[in-house]
């Protein structure tokens, strides 16, 4: 990947650049991060490309620029694309009912108390849409790391869409039996709805998620690394994940030898699923940037895009009752579709641009655009849990730091 000799010439300046460098190594050498890898581009131009570290820390396994990485929930922004690909094809509307595609859906009961095996619930008085989907206002939740009654159904009855948890359909379907943690609609709360959506393509393309992916957003973008699994002839750029320990140690959580990911997985996870590298993340954030063409590849309609890349909330997400999420906080940050959206850097207390569009994963990667200042950033590393460290807050102010025009 080719990085712009100048940076001042396009509003950024290298010394202040290499304090993301110096900050990397900090958490590398300090045992906190295996590794990391950072981009930073402004007009599409790559100003900033570092990776240190390892993908392999028992084998000293450097992770580098062309190394493959879990994605996990940066998979959400991608298969939300998709379904605005699809929507532009006039094929449903965002208002439209779940179940007039997936008739599971239909008659949904919300949670009212009690535990797994001795619940209350009432009818939903709001049917599921797709725009609800797409903003995590749907009344789903996930099983993972959540307390209560309904997240213990979803551990129950394997419906947070690991590897194996089965077809996604029957998934789906499992998924459709479960109470809702809360009426459509009424807050904000992070879930495999992005999963359903996955299994939306499939049911109004005709064709199964992976190969949606594939023809309609990989293979134009060039995306040629990214996927479900990593194949055998690529399976030497996989790296391994690592979990920080209460002692804030580095454990491993699963070596690229042991991964379910290097063989074809049962349950293609829209949420969550895909593996990828830098390279192919940047040509789909580009594209996002670009108002949805590439390389004279336009995979949406500037509108789409923009549509996408607005708040959809009546306010912050503070407001919908999601304060913080991981590290960050959410006073000042609204949803698109997707996506987070900057909607006040003030009330946020972090350097930002209202409009700016991001998003992250479970691993602690993540990415950003922001439109006003012409501006990506994408951070990657294989930590879980996502927010042991403030990674996406610093990186923010490492890199508005560095604007100088």
């Avoid at 300046?13 to 990391?36: C, E, N």
């Avoid at 923009?306 to 590290?327: I, K, R, V, Y």
Wanted: glycine share 10%; hydrophobic share 40%; aromatic share 10%.
């Amino acid at each position: 990947m080719e990085v712009h000799s100048e940076p001042v010439k396009i509003g950024l300046s290298s010394s202040r650049l290499d304090r993301i460098k110096t900050w990397m190594q900090g958490y590398v050498d300090g045992g906190k991060l295996p590794g990391a890898i950072t981009l930073v581009a402004r007009h599409g131009k790559i100003v900033f490309c570092e990776a240190m570290g390892y993908g392999d820390l028992e084998n000293k396994k450097p992770l580098a620029l062309d190394s493959i990485l879990r994605f996990y929930s940066m998979s959400k922004p991608i298969t939300a694309v998709a379904i605005m690909m699809l929507y532009e094809k006039g094929l449903f509307q965002l208002d439209d009912p779940l179940s007039n595609y997936i008739p599971a859906f239909k008659d949904m009961q919300v949670y009212q108390s009690g535990s797994s095996d001795n619940m209350t619930t009432s009818p939903a008085a709001t049917p599921i849409t797709i725009h609800h989907l797409l903003t995590h206002t749907s009344g789903l939740t996930y099983g993972m790391e959540n307390q209560g009654g309904v997240p213990g159904l979803y551990a129950e009855n394997r419906t947070d869409f690991y590897p194996n948890d089965g077809p996604l359909a029957s998934v789906v379907d499992r998924l459709a039996e479960i109470p809702l943690e809360f009426e459509p609609g009424s807050r904000w709360e992070y879930s495999v709805a992005f999963d359903v959506l996955g299994h939306l393509v499939e049911k109004v393309s005709g064709q199964t998620l992976d190969a949606f992916l594939k023809e309609n957003i990989f293979d134009p973008l060039g995306m040629n690394d990214t996927g479900f699994f990593v194949p055998e002839n690529k399976q030497d750029r996989f790296v391994s994940l690592y979990q920080c320990t209460p002692e804030a140690r580095l454990e491993l959580m699963e070596s690229a030898a042991d991964s379910l990911l290097t063989s074809p997985v049962e349950t293609l996870s829209g949420g969550g699923g895909l593996v990828s590298t830098l390279a192919d993340y940047f040509c789909f954030t580009e594209m996002l940037r670009n108002k949805g063409e590439l390389n004279g590849h336009r995979l949406l309609g500037r509108k789409s895009v923009e549509l996408m890349t607005c708040n959809h909330m009546p306010g912050d997400l503070a407001d919908m009752g999601q304060p913080t999420f991981c590290e960050t906080t959410y006073e000042g940050i609204g949803f698109g579709l997707g996506m987070s959206v900057m909607i006040d850097p003030a009330k946020a207390k972090i350097l930002g641009t209202p409009g700016e569009y991001a998003w992250g994963g479970y691993a602690s990667t993540a990415f950003w655009v922001d439109p006003v200042e012409d501006l990506t950033v994408i951070f990657l590393t294989q930590l879980i849990p996502s927010g042991a460290y403030p990674i996406r807050r610093e990186l923010r102010v490492l890199t508005y730091q560095a604007l100088v025009d």
